[in-house]
């Protein structure tokens, strides 16, 4: 890890982090209406993911999926516009934080249904090959998805049909408020993969360089062999499962110890220790993705409303 890689995830896992506490901070205001999914203790997961990938790779978010868009190079302004229901967001206002897309980046979306993310993929990955491009197509989907039919769908397609198709398991170990040993006998995800004869790889997803490392290496395998593979990314998610989560299924003293291992954390501690990076370039960077979110909430504030009367414009059904 050089230092611009290692400053770059530093980067993005801040900006992810603070979007989301904004997101949060504004949502508690009632400035932003709906609902919302954080994935606040889960940012290497993301960063690490995405900054392995190229421009040209799709990626499929969930509906935690605000990190992931960050890292794969989302404009923050048109991101936090798009949440507070702006016209000028990425989706004009339409999606709200659960349906945040934009293809010029490749983020082809995320929705608020459990694991279909796995199957747009899988379409995705079947047009990379037709066209022969040089690019594969990555779904997030949590650790609850393994249990939804599709999982088991795209997992046989893909390997039937040969995709360039990444399946990134984040495993929080909690399906809302439920832990994954009260719903799986054998709690290793990645032995899920096996029927399917899909390569599975398990990695600390707290640890945003081992998470790139990782993925970059899948990545290059899945274009050089043409078969997919499943990325298995343990964490643990520190914000509860959505904004009316009070956390009454976990115990403080579990979720101070995984706070130990909080991402951020861990990986400023791992910069100063190479000496890449002083506590003096950190604190920089703090400063710096701070203001870039500050002029991100400010742009969603003073941005119009959509109109009534444009209600069914960028409708192609009825």
């Given amino acids: 890890m050089d230092k611009k890689l290692a400053l770059d995830l530093l980067e993005k896992m801040l900006l992810a982090r603070k979007f989301?506490?904004?997101?949060?901070?504004?949502f508690s205001l009632g400035m932003i209406h709906g609902t919302t999914h954080l994935g606040i203790g889960e940012e290497a997961t993301a960063v690490g993911t995405c900054l392995a990938l190229e421009k040209d790779d799709d990626m499929f978010a969930t509906h935690r999926g605000h990190s992931a868009a960050v890292a794969k190079g989302i404009d923050l302004n048109g991101m936090m516009a798009e949440i507070f229901g702006k016209?000028?967001?990425?989706?004009?206002?339409?999606?709200?934080?659960?349906?945040?897309?934009?293809?010029?980046?490749?983020?082809?979306?995320?929705?608020?249904?459990?694991?279909?993310?796995m199957a747009l993929a899988?379409?995705?990955?079947?047009?990379?090959?037709?066209?022969?491009?040089?690019?594969?197509?990555?779904?997030?989907?949590?650790?609850g998805a393994t249990n939804e039919g599709i999982f088991h769908e795209a997992m046989n397609l893909a390997s039937v049909w040969r995709l360039p198709v990444m399946?990134?398991?984040?495993?929080?170990?909690?399906?809302?408020?439920?832990?994954?040993?009260?719903?799986?006998?054998?709690?290793n995800l990645a032995d899920r993969a096996i029927p399917y004869g899909?390569?599975?790889?398990?990695?600390?997803?707290?640890?945003?360089?081992?998470?790139?490392?990782?993925?970059?290496?899948?990545?290059?395998?899945?274009?050089?062999?043409?078969?997919p593979m499943m990325i298995v990314e343990n964490?643990?998610?520190?914000?509860g499962h959505s904004k009316s989560d009070g956390n009454q299924y976990r115990t403080k003293e579990e979720i101070a110890e995984w706070k130990k291992r909080d991402p951020i954390l861990l990986h400023k501690?791992?910069?100063?220790?190479?000496?890449?990076?002083?506590a003096a370039e950190i604190e920089a960077l703090e400063e710096a993705t701070t203001e870039q979110l500050e002029r991100a909430v400010k742009y969603a504030i003073d941005s119009p409303y959509p109109k009534v009367e444009d209600i069914y414009e960028d409708v192609y059904a009825e």
Avoid: W
Wanted: charged letters at 20%.
């Fill in 122 to 143: 899988c379409g995705a990955a079947f047009a990379h090959k037709r066209r022969g491009d040089r690019a594969i197509a990555v779904s997030f989907f949590g650790d």
């Fill in 235 to 239: 964490t643990y998610r520190i914000s």
């Fill in 20 to 26: 989301e506490e904004n997101v949060q901070y504004y």
């Fill in 167 to 187: 399946f990134v398991c984040t495993n929080n170990l909690y399906g809302m408020s439920t832990h994954i040993s009260r719903v799986m006998k054998n709690t």
């Fill in 87 to 117: 016209v000028t967001g990425v989706c004009k206002g339409r999606g709200g934080s659960m349906h945040i897309a934009d293809k010029d980046v490749g983020v082809l979306g995320a929705n608020g249904i459990v694991g279909p993310s």
């Fill in 269 to 278: 501690q791992k910069l100063i220790e190479r000496g890449l990076a002083t």
């Fill in 198 to 227: 899909i390569e599975a790889v398990t990695v600390d997803g707290n640890d945003a360089e081992a998470v790139y490392d990782t993925v970059s290496a899948a990545r290059e395998k899945i274009l050089s062999t043409g078969d």
